[in-house]
């Protein structure tokens, strides 16, 4: 009798852990989305780093897949996996000393702590440097790095599409997805 209780008290628990989730998994997804439809990338990676450095800052999810984890049945495996993947996004696009994102637990991620370049030749500046730039920029043409002539790129392009698109690009369409695997789990 003893063992159908304790079966039953992880049970239980789980479902608490699982329903106490759902509010944050909605809020990120919303969150996700809203960066998603962003056009301007350069904005979008740091609206995503503010994001993702507050939960990062929480420990992301490891205290919920811990619990979950003592209370693994297969269909909380979906779950355990689908929320060990959101931490690996949380974990990556947290905060890094050297990284894009120098900010510290705690600290207001803002345009002038995010540093991007460091591709193609140019050299790392702020995102605020960069958004103040950006009309100079879509003018300042790399013919060099252009597959066809007619079409050069630019080095606002290099920027806002390659580095910052390509980063929240992963990162958007990996959360959803992952909350989207947790939800029909």
């Known amino acids: 009798m003893k063992k159908v209780n304790v ?13 106490n989730l759902h509010p944050k998994l909605e809020k ?5 989305q809203a960066i998603d439809a962003m056009d301007n990338k350069v904005e979008a990676i740091v609206r995503l780093f503010q994001v993702l450095s507050s939960l990062h800052d929480e420990d992301g999810f490891n205290q919920e897949i811990t619990l979950l984890s003592k209370y693994a049945s297969r269909k909380m495996r979906n779950k355990i996996n689908a929320l060990q993947i959101l931490q690996m996004h949380v974990r990556n696009a947290g905060r890094c000393e050297y990284g ?11 345009p ?7 591709i193609y030749g140019l050299w790392t500046k702020t995102a605020d440097y960069w958004l103040s730039e950006k009309t100079r920029l879509e003018k300042e043409l ?11 790129v630019s080095t606002w ?5 390659c580095q910052c ?7 958007t369409k990996g959360i959803l997805e992952q909350v989207a695997q947790f939800k029909a789990a």
């Open 142 to 152: 790399r013919l060099d790095l252009s597959k066809n002539p007619e079409k050069p």
């Open 157 to 161: 392009y290099l920027i806002n599409d």
């Open 100 to 110: 894009m994102n120098r900010t510290k637990k705690g600290e207001a991620v803002t």
């Open 165 to 171: 698109g390509t980063f929240v690009n992963s990162h």
């Open 7 to 19: 079966v039953l008290g992880f049970f239980f628990k789980s479902k608490k852990v699982v329903a």
């Open 28 to 32: 990120l997804e919303k969150e996700v």
């Open 112 to 118: 002038d702590k995010v540093y991007l370049g460091d």
